[in-house]
């Protein structure tokens, strides 16, 4: 069984601000939210179909999908608008001494 443990993906000063920041780590496609509430993490990928929510707008709290323009609440993961109905996998996230960590 593998452990798991917080794990820095990105330092805080590269994300983009009030934005989402697309970050590989490992095999994972992360969205990274620069929110009004705090810093939130989860896939990339939108759980309606193949589109890459990093490339949506955000507007400090929910990410809108480019391709079908479902709209996600990015501090809980709830599908706010159709098509989208599947909540979206958020991932524990943090920041620690200016990195952003996960929880994996
Ligand atoms: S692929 Fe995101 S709403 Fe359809």
Known sequence: MKLRKWQ??????KLE????????????DLAVYDAKDGVFVSHS????GAANLCDGYFDGTYIECPLHQGLFDVRTGE?????????LKMIASRVRNGVVQIYI
């Open 17 to 28: 601000k009030g934005d989402v920041t697309n970050v590989k780590f490992g095999a994972k």
């Open 8 to 13: 820095d993906i990105i330092s805080l000063d």
């Open 79 to 87: 599908a706010k608008a159709a098509p989208a109905r599947v909540q």
């Open 45 to 48: 990928r939108c759980t309606h």
